[in-house]
């Protein structure tokens, strides 16, 4: 059974920075990606950034191109997403998310077998 657990959310004002970590356990020899998702109120989930465990190939959405970096720590089993420049709109719960699929899209939520339960980032103006 696979376990993610987020962290590192809070309040921060725009132009701020957060790092959000996700830690993994259950199976980490045949994941084949994780990836971020972000859901704000009245609002589907949205794609957010995902990489690929090996290797390490790094996938974005436009909106947070150049501002936020996915990064992972195999040896600690560990997802990281670096936030900088955050602006009001990237106010959402963030979600990472596990998948052991290859050839898929990393881009569709469906995709992903795994769950974590979310962390709150609330950007002020």
């Known amino acids: 059974q696979v376990q993610l657990v987020e962290s590192g959310g809070g309040l921060v004002q725009a132009g701020g920075s957060l790092r959000l970590s996700c830690a993994a356990s259950?199976?980490?020899?045949?994941?084949?990606?994780m990836g971020w998702f972000r859901q704000a109120p009245g609002k589907e989930r949205e794609f957010v950034a995902a990489i690929t465990w090996i290797p390490g190939s790094t996938f974005y959405a436009d909106s947070v191109k150049g501002r936020f970096t996915i990064s992972r720590d195999n040896a600690k089993d560990t997802l990281y997403l670096q936030m900088i420049s955050l602006k009001p709109d990237d106010t959402a719960v963030y979600y990472c998310?596990?998948?052991?699929?290859?050839?898929?899209?990393?881009?569709?939520?469906?995709?992903?077998?795994?769950w974590g339960q979310g962390t709150q980032v609330t950007v002020s103006s």
């Open positions: 259950g199976r980490p020899f045949s994941r084949n990606a």
């Open positions: 998310a596990d998948t052991a699929r290859s050839g898929i899209s990393l881009y569709n939520a469906p995709n992903y077998d795994y």
